[in-house]
């Protein structure tokens, strides 16, 4: 079973950066369309961005557009969350989930397969 592991978490200052590192295992990931959910605690689990297969194309929630890229390298078997400009309503578990079948990158319910989650918070 394919299993998701995420890395790159941390305590950050507001304005700091991260890289989030998202992994299969054994497993590849160049046939899935991969997303980054972040959930607050008492907060809804909410998409924050999306890469497809293929020619990659991206997109991010408004509230990160610009300040966070995803990416991915096949070669690696990684998915990448970059997180620049980090305030502290960025603070959140955040997961990476991956679908075969995505057509709306914001629904939780596309995604076939989901990691732990590693916490990110910015702090002062």
């Known amino acids: 079973q394919l299993q998701l592991v995420e890395s790159g978490g941390g305590l950050v200052q507001p304005g700091g950066s991260l890289r989030l590192s998202c992994t299969a295992p054994g497993f590849t990931l160049d046939y899935y369309g991969i997303a980054w959910f972040r959930q607050a605690p008492g907060k809804e689990r909410v998409g924050v961005s999306y890469?497809?297969?293929?020619?990659?194309?991206?997109n991010y929630a408004d509230s990160v557009r610009g300040r966070f890229t995803i990416s991915r390298d096949n070669a690696k078997n990684t998915v990448y969350l970059q997180m620049n400009s980090l305030k502290p309503e960025d603070t959140a578990a955040y997961y990476c989930?991956?679908?075969?079948?995505?057509?709306?990158?914001?629904?939780?319910?596309?995604?076939?397969?989901w990691g732990q989650g590693t916490q990110v918070t910015v702090s002062s």
């Open positions: 890469i497809s297969v293929g020619r990659g194309s991206t």
């Open positions: 989930a991956a679908g075969l079948n995505v057509e709306v990158p914001a629904n939780p319910r596309e995604y076939d397969y």
